[in-house]
């Protein structure tokens, strides 16, 4: 991993990404002169052990001591593992692990040594991508939203369409391709739709010690309380105006809401939130979008895309509907937006995070004693 960076044209980055779901370290190669994709390459995955799963989940909502410290640590140390197997690649967008995020007090805390990933791995370390839009004004979050754009760029899109992420928390992209560039007022909106399947991950983790619902198979068999899914409903959140962002435990007293169901409606019914939340945001979009792509392990789900598919007024398809990777979009979009940073180009605008401007956050972090040609504008 050891080459010359030029400051105009494609470059090979390697993005890698630890999502609220804590299963593991995702890692993938996008070829982007940070405007266009010219192309996808390798990925991998590196799971975390059930121990290291327990540190990172004990270390949630926490800012800073020796939970964080460890987790910190076995983060770092899980995405050098992932990451030296990569080679020829120019550039590194780290994200981090998110530990908590609260945009209107303390701030937001990804952790992870991207400076120690540089020296380690030999190569430039893009990382911390959320604290200057924070100090900005804005959410810090989603930030997938830029790579969105061109990915439906990528795919020729036309018409406006929606990118729907269901990870541990739900984010949303709307995109208007007829737009030039992302940070067009128009061009983007976007927003977390609410928890997505982190309440399920952690129904399924306290009673059977499973990771989670896999293929929907107990909220298959369960019966939806809808007294439960309306009291959900009326959070102050869902009637919040995009852009707005959530950290993974935020609903963690809804939740509770299903404690006295039986195992297969509570998973039901936590299931059946998650398409809610979807379907109460799709009301922000300017435009009906012509489809909703999905991405993130929830599009594996059946019985959570059945929910969306009977609640929204378009086509509802996984990203590989259109030749995407679901597994590994948000890790290149780390690599895309790794190349933004290095560039000196924006990563997020008034209509993604609520920023007041257009910031372009991360630190670079270079390889010490190496004569390298990028640099942050
Ligand atoms: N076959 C499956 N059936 C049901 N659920 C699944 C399946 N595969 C994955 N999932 C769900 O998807 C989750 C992982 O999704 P993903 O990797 O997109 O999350 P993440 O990237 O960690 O989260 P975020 O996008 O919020 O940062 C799992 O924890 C599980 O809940
Ligand atoms: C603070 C934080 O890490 N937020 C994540 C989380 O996971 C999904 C959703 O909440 C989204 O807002 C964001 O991740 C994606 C990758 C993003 O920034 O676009």
């Not at 949630?60 to 987790?71: C, I, T, Y």
């Amino acid at each position: 991993m050891n080459r010359a960076i030029r400051k105009h044209g494609p470059i090979r980055a390697l993005g890698a990404m630890s999502g609220t779901s804590l299963d593991g370290v995702d890692a993938a190669v996008v070829e982007t002169d940070g405007h266009q994709i010219f192309g996808f390459g390798p990925s991998g995955y590196r799971a975390y052990s059930k121990t290291e799963r327990a540190d990172l989940h004990a270390a949630l909502g926490h800012w800073h001591g020796p939970m964080v410290d460890k987790a910190a640590e076995l983060v770092t140390i899980a995405h050098a593992e992932a990451l030296s197997e990569f080679d020829e690649v120019d550039l590194i967008g780290f994200h981090g692990q998110t530990l908590a995020h609260e945009p209107r007090g303390r701030g937001t805390l990804q952790v992870g040594d991207g400076k120690g990933l540089a020296q380690a791995l030999g190569v430039p370390v893009v990382w911390d991508f959320r604290s200057d839009d924070i100090a900005m004004g804005g959410e810090g979050a989603p930030l997938a939203p830029f790579f969105h754009f061109a990915c439906a760029k990528w795919i020729g899109a036309t018409q406006p369409l929606c990118f729907l992420n269901l990870g541990g928390v739900g984010n949303l992209t709307y995109v208007d391709p007829s737009f030039d560039a992302p940070e067009r007022p128009g061009a983007l909106l976007a927003f977390d739709t609410g928890p997505a399947n982190a309440p399920v991950d952690d129904l399924m983790q306290a009673r059977f010690g499973l990771q989670m619902d896999r293929d929907g198979a107990m909220a298959k068999g369960g019966t939806v309380e809808t007294g439960a899914l309306e009291l959900f409903l009326a959070e102050a959140y869902f009637n919040r105006m995009p852009p707005k962002s959530l950290d993974r435990n935020d609903f963690v007293e809804m939740i509770k809401l299903v404690k006295e169901l039986d195992d297969a409606d509570a998973v039901a019914t936590l299931t059946a939130m998650c398409a809610a939340g979807v379907a109460q945001g799709m009301e922000h979009c300017p435009k009906p979008p012509a489809r909703v792509l999905v991405t993130g392990g929830g599009r594996h789900n059946p019985v959570l895309m059945e929910m969306l598919r009977v609640s929204l007024d378009c086509p509802v398809e996984p990203v590989e509907a259109v030749g995407l990777d679901g597994d590994m979009l948000e890790a290149q979009a780390f690599a895309y937006l790794a190349v933004r940073v290095a560039r000196g180009l924006p990563t997020s605008c008034p209509g993604t995070t609520g920023v007041k401007a257009l910031v372009g956050g991360g630190v670079v972090s270079m390889v010490p004693g190496r004569n390298q040609t990028i640099a942050k504008a």
